[in-house]
């Protein structure tokens, strides 16, 4: 099983909406509404930020969201921040055989 | 709060074992799936291993399956992860990771990690 693709980095200025792309197939993204988005600063733990395709868990601002349609999934984050600069990881459910699949990473960088 | 903190980590050779430990506390361990994912250095996550709540149903990545076992004493509140036959591509920091809810299929809480180096 592949990970999922994604852009290498993708930047933007303060206040600006940044969108990160997770591409995967109809084995995981298109099929299953498993997925999930993780921010990861340098040399911290990975942080959960979107589950279920769009849904934030408590303490995540609304400034994060996301989307999926077909094989790709989406991550925005609007108004973007300093603190936004890290690593995002999006992750599919991709049934009983192959179970997780993670993407790339995404490096988003503040200018 | 929700802690996990990993641990067993180390340096070793090719072809050798370890095993990693991860303790949970701040939730009832007892009551939540619970995983193991790596990243090797400068790349990805990827997850590797899945363990149930009472520790009947266990899966595993092809890239370790027959290699790596996963187990869990919840009296311990403590989740284990048996690595036998390493190989150069196993070095990575290993993160233990919390399922949200039963079938939940994200991670809620996960590890800082504890690295593993494989190297003669």
């Known amino acids: 099983q592949s990970a999922l693709t994604q852009p290498r980095s993708v930047s933007g200025s303060p206040g600006q909406s940044v969108t990160i792309s997770c591409t995967g197939t109809?084995?995981?993204?298109?099929?299953?509404?498993?997925v999930s988005w993780y921010q990861q600063h340098p040399g911290k733990a990975p942080k959960l930020m979107i589950y279920?395709?769009?849904k934030r868990p408590s303490g995540v601002p609304d400034r994060f969201s996301g989307s999926k349609s077909g094989n790709t999934a989406s991550l925005t984050i609007s108004g973007l921040q300093d603190e936004d600069e890290a690593d995002y990881y999006c992750?599919?459910?991709?049934?009983?055989?192959?179970?997780?699949?993670f993407g790339t990473g995404t490096r988003v960088t503040v200018l | 709060e929700v802690q996990l903190v990993e641990s067993g980590g180390g340096l070793v050779q090719p072809g050798g074992s370890l095993r990693l430990s991860c303790v949970a506390s701040?939730?009832?361990?007892?009551?939540?799936?619970m995983h193991w994912v790596r990243q090797a250095p400068g790349k990805g996550l990827e997850w590797i291993s899945y363990?149930?709540?009472?520790?009947?149903?266990?899966h595993y990545a092809d890239s370790v399956k027959g290699r790596f076992t996963i187990s869990r004493d919840d009296a311990k509140n403590a989740l284990y992860l048996e690595m036998n036959s390493l190989r150069a591509e196993d070095m990575a920091v290993y993160h233990c990771?919390?399922?949200?809810?039963?079938?939940?299929?994200?991670?809620?809480?996960w590890g800082q990690g504890t690295l593993v180096t494989v190297s003669s």
């Open positions: 990771a919390r399922e949200a809810y039963r079938s939940s299929k994200n991670f809620d809480h």
């Open positions: 701040g939730f009832t361990f007892s009551s939540f799936e």
């Open positions: 279920d395709v769009n």
């Open positions: 109809s084995n995981d993204v298109g099929t299953y509404n498993f």
């Open positions: 992750c599919s459910y991709a049934g009983i055989y192959t179970h997780y699949v």
């Open positions: 363990i149930s709540t009472g520790g009947s149903f266990t």
